[in-house]
């Protein structure tokens, strides 16, 4: 029979799956009696745990919420889950200091197998996800496998899925936006960072077959094993972004931020400025237009008009954007801005003429 300790452990691990087991039960899946099994729960109950017992022909039990906080019981991949969110949540003006000094709790009563996993992981969050945005879910362990590449400044080869346009064009609705095409296309890189941009996983690595810089997600990565030879770490353009002795990033996360926010606007990331920036004048209010443009720049000329300046990775897709506004469009500038209306203008007149095929 199991020591008294690990029965409790093992009884508290069945009541966190959130469903109602009876006596019985918990009897047979612990091989012990339902004598023994009322005393652990009342064990539980003296060390804070809110079991509530309920009627039936049999009788159960249920784990409910209670009104202060027991000791926790995780496994080994909900605790390195756990490490990953507050290590994300660290960056956070509003929550950065609750989730350090939450992530040091959690570190410290690890096991050392664990901590090990941990002190790997090296994650900078450069923008927190936006409102009602669909994160892909990555696994803990493709992270772990990353941030273990990363740390030990070894090659990483892995099968990456691309987006295929087409594929995603004639595949089934349901599959949604994210649909991609099956084929997997082997990559060999230095990995550099892991990072999290609006809620999704990156990993951003120097490409040895394109011998350039490359932003991959992470949820389209399947590491393969073994990893190839250590490495020298580069330096990220415009930043240091090389490594300390101890594995971690040197220079900080500011350069690294300053990568991937150039790169997500077209640049090569030694800028953050968009490569295209144009002014136009809405004939919408101000606070109508000031929600759905970010880093644009918004000014008032009356009760329903508004300049408004905005960048993007290219003048067609700045037109695109401006166009979303359900309203006249008068243009201010540059050119290179009124080409790409007319530009819009002739395929979208080309796109309601032209027949069905």
């Known amino acids: 029979m199991q020591k008294t300790s690990s029965r409790l452990l093992a009884l508290l691990s069945l009541l966190q799956t959130h469903r109602d087991w009876s006596g019985d039960d918990l009897a047979e899946r612990l091989d012990i009696t339902p004598r023994t099994v009322r005393r652990d729960i009342d064990r539980l109950r003296d060390l804070g745990y809110p079991i509530r017992a309920f009627k039936g022909p049999l009788g159960g039990y249920r784990l409910d919420a209670g009104s202060q906080l027991p000791p926790l019981l995780f496994d ?17 003006s509003t929550i950065g200091d609750d989730a350090v000094r939450a992530l040091a709790t959690v570190r410290q009563v690890m096991p050392p197998r664990l901590r090990r996993r941990i002190n790997m992981l090296q994650v900078t969050a450069v923008q927190a996800p936006e409102a009602g945005s669909d994160a892909s879910p990555v696994g803990t362990q493709v992270l772990v496998e990353l941030s273990r590449a990363i740390h030990a400044r070894e ?11 087409e594929y995603a064009a004639h595949a089934d609705p349901d599959r949604g936006p994210e649909a991609t095409a099956p084929a997997e296309h082997p990559r060999r890189v230095q990995p550099h960072h892991l990072i999290t941009w609006r809620g999704r996983w990156y990993l951003i690595a120097w490409d040895l077959d394109r011998d350039d810089w490359r932003i991959f997600r992470a949820d389209r990565i399947r590491p393969r094993t073994p990893t190839g030879p250590r490495f020298t770490p580069r330096a ?30 077209g640049t090569d990331g030694t800028t953050t400025d968009w490569p295209c920036r144009g002014e136009v004048v809405l004939d919408l209010p101000a606070q109508s237009v000031a929600p759905f443009v970010q880093d644009g720049i918004v000014e008032e000329l009356g009760p329903d008009r508004c300049r408004l300046t905005l960048g993007s990775w290219s003048w067609t ?19 290179q801005l009124t080409n790409a209306f007319a530009e819009l203008a002739t395929r979208y007149t080309n796109a309601a003429t032209t027949p069905p095929p």
């Open 317 to 335: 897709g700045l037109a695109t954007t401006i166009g979303h506004f359900d309203t006249d469009i008068h243009v201010i500038g540059p050119p």
């Open 76 to 92: 080994d991949d909900q605790a390195v889950a756990l490490a990953l969110a507050l290590q994300s949540a660290a960056t956070s």
């Open 155 to 165: 090659e990483l080869r892995f099968d990456y899925r691309r987006f295929d346009y």
């Open 236 to 265: 990220l353009p415009g930043g240091d972004g090389g490594r300390d002795g101890d594995g971690s990033s040197s220079g900080g996360g500011g350069d690294v931020a300053a990568f991937i926010t150039g790169r997500f606007r």
